[in-house]
């Protein structure tokens, strides 16, 4: 019995698009652009569409989900899509009491904390999400050639929500934990590991292109402490999800002591905020990986001409990377004009045609 003979992938529809090229680092004929929380945020059509409907209540609705994430393809031509959602959801999918309150976040109303409290993570089964399935289902057959992007957050990014009960600028709660309690930090660790892999799956396996894990607080770590206490459980979802050969990227806000480590934890695409060029990314992420970022997503705020500068600032920076797929070093900002962000998707676009 010889095994299957290793074959490649059949070619899918997105196969070809320039954001899957640059994944993978080969030629493209332009840089691809994306921006993260692209859909919603600063359109006026997404305020429109969830009028009255509590943000947690608008993940659940298959044709709401496909409208808002088609929305930034349609008025500003970026390269990908990312799918409507949010990093709690499969949390709240397994019966974790929590809610996204709007202008705070996501506010957990027991928090874990004691051994016991883990019994309340149990695992993640495709019917818990059955919404998930049916979106990208309607998603894949509108966007055709164009790459739909999953998602999901990071086990130390969960765990923080999880444990302080909500958002937290020194994440004392979870810092606690993870030094007080190893043993107990790392099945914690290791449970949401088991569920954002199979969050990740359902979502490939209904036809996303390419996956983000989102570790967004995670740089508030020395990298001895990501090394021990973080990357174990990141590298297991990394590896969970590693046979379907679908790009994965790691992204985090405030990570340039960490970008080696995100790396080597498993990612094929490396993403990198405003405060390390992307020229000194790629040498701290090493050979081998392809880089996303990186403008302030504040610098849209200012004129059109100082955007054009900063923009040229990062394709120089990018110009000897084997792959790169620009993006913003964070998220859109809520009170960003949307017409800055067409005017630099076509920037990037005309600027890098190769
Ligand atoms: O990128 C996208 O456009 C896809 C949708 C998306 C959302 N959240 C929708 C959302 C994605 C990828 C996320 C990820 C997410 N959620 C992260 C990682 C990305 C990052 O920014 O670092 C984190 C840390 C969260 C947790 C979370 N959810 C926060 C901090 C907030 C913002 C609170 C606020 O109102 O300022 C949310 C709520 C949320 N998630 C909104 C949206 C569109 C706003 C809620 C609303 O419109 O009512």
């Given at each position: 019995a010889g095994g299957q003979p290793t074959r490649p992938q059949p070619p899918t529809?997105?196969?070809?698009?320039a954001f899957l090229k640059a994944c993978r680092r080969e030629p493209v004929p332009h840089t691809p652009v994306w921006f993260m929380r692209?859909?919603?945020?600063?359109?006026p059509e997404y305020r429109k569409v969830r009028e009255g409907i509590p943000m947690l209540e608008s993940c659940m609705h298959p044709e709401l989900v496909t409208e808002i994430t088609l929305q930034p393809v349609r008025r500003h031509g970026v390269d990908a899509a990312i799918y409507f959602s949010d990093i709690v959801v499969p949390l709240k999918a397994i019966g974790i009491d929590l809610d996204i309150k709007p202008g705070v976040g996501p506010v957990v109303e027991q928090p874990i904390r004691t051994?016991?409290?883990?019994?309340?993570?149990r695992d993640l089964t495709p019917e818990d999400v059955a919404y998930v399935t049916e979106a990208i289902g309607l998603l894949t057959a509108e966007l055709g050639a164009t790459p739909l992007i999953g998602f999901a957050g990071a086990p130390f990014t969960l765990a923080s929500y999880l444990v302080e009960g909500g958002p937290s600028r020194n994440h004392e709660h979870t810092k606690a934990l993870m030094y007080g309690d190893p043993q107990l930090w790392a099945d914690l660790l290791d449970r949401l590991a088991v569920i954002t892999s199979a969050f990740l799956k359902v979502q490939i396996e209904a036809g996303a292109s390419a996956v983000q894990l989102f570790d967004?607080?995670?740089?508030?770590?020395a990298p001895a402490d990501y090394r021990r206490s973080v990357m174990p459980a990141s590298r297991k979802v990394f590896e969970a999800v590693a046979g379907y050969g679908v790009p994965r990227i790691h992204f985090g806000v405030g990570t340039g002591e960490l970008l080696g480590l995100m790396g080597e934890a498993g990612a094929d695409v490396v993403g990198v905020d405003w405060r390390v060029p992307l020229d000194e990314a790629a040498r701290r992420v090493g050979p081998g990986r392809a880089l996303q970022g990186n403008l302030d997503?504040?610098?849209?705020?200012?004129t059109p001409e100082a955007v054009e500068a900063r923009t040229r600032e990062v394709l120089d920076a990018a110009a000897g990377l084997e792959g790169h797929v620009f993006n913003l070093g964070h998220g859109v900002l809520?009170?960003?004009?949307?017409d800055a962000l067409t005017r630099l998707v076509e920037y990037v676009h005309t600027q890098t045609a190769r």
């Open positions: 529809a997105t196969y070809d698009s692209q859909a919603g945020r600063s359109l051994r016991a409290d883990l019994d309340r993570l967004s607080w995670v740089g508030a770590l997503p504040a610098v849209l705020f200012s809520p009170t960003t004009d949307p």
